[in-house]
T-cell receptor, first 116, second 116 residues
Framework: AQTVTQSQPEMSVQEAETVTLSCTYDTSESDYYLFWYKQPPSRQMILVIRQEAYKQQNATENRFSVNFQKAAKSFSLKISDSQLGDAAMYFCAYRLIGGSQGNLIFGKGTKLSVKP | DTGVSQNPRHKITKRGQNVTFRCDPISEHNRLYWYRQTLGQGPEFLTYFQNEAQLEKSRLLSDRFSAERPKGSFSTLEIQRTEQGDSAMYLC??????????????FGPGTRLLVL
């Protein structure tokens, strides 16, 4: 069974600084997607960034980038120039490509605080 | 382009009562997912529809839970004889098919259930 592990329950960063959130996963499959979702307090979950496992190039979205290490089964999220609005729970998620399985498998999340 | 909507946003009920939640996906999305999220945890998969067909159900979905998507548009999740352990946030997500961007799941705001 696939699992996703986020080893940092909480992280803190100073505004304008850079922070990296860790995620590891376990799977025997080779084709899958990985995601980072952000869930602000009392607000809905929104997609931050997506990575296809068959792509070697790391995904980037403005201030957000990932370090995808397929062999190590590691998928970290780097947030540059942190802003107060980045404060939220961040969830790493895995989804198998193909078959009948359509669901996301989530980690337990990392709570990010941003200090002004 | 409206996002995923869920109703009600909050529900308080007494143990033993039945409750029903509704999810309206993004209009062009043919896949619809239900997840449950308890405090301090990542969302856990409950069930998944492609059009009107329920393709997968988690073992978390006990006999007291039933989900429908009768016309392949909106979906309902019913919990019969609610228990205090059912208290959680129930999240709905939708996606299209056909590759990474289309298969990305977009989440609704959730329905927070409290069983007294």
């Amino acid at each position: 069974a696939q699992t996703v592990t986020q080893s940092q329950p909480e992280m803190s960063v100073q505004e304008a600084e850079t922070v990296t959130l860790s995620c590891t996963y376990d799977t025997s499959e080779s084709d899958y997607y990985l995601f980072w979702y952000k869930q602000p307090p009392s607000r809905q979950m929104i997609l931050v960034i997506r990575q296809e496992a068959y792509k070697q190039q790391n995904a980037t979205e403005n201030r957000f980038s990932v370090n995808f290490q397929k062999a190590a089964k590691s998928f970290s999220l780097k947030i540059s120039d942190s802003q107060l609005g980045d404060a939220a729970m961040y969830f790493c998620a895995y989804r198998l490509i193909g078959g009948s399985q359509g669901n996301l498998i989530f980690g337990k999340g990392t709570k990010l605080s941003v200090k002004p | 382009d409206t996002g995923v909507s869920q109703n009600p946003r909050h529900k308080i009920t007494k143990r033993g009562q039945n409750v029903t939640f509704r999810c309206d996906p993004i209009s062009e999305h043919n896949r619809l997912y239900w997840y449950r999220q308890t405090l301090g945890q990542g969302p856990e998969f409950l069930t998944y529809f492609q059009n009107e067909a329920q393709l997968e159900k988690s073992r978390l979905l006990s006999d007291r839970f039933s989900a429908e998507r009768p016309k392949g548009s909106f979906s309902t999740l019913e919990i019969q004889r609610t228990e205090q352990g059912d208290s959680a946030m129930y999240l709905c997500a939708s996606s299209a098919t056909g590759g990474a961007p289309q298969e990305t799941q977009y989440f609704g705001p959730g329905t927070r259930l409290l069983v007294l």
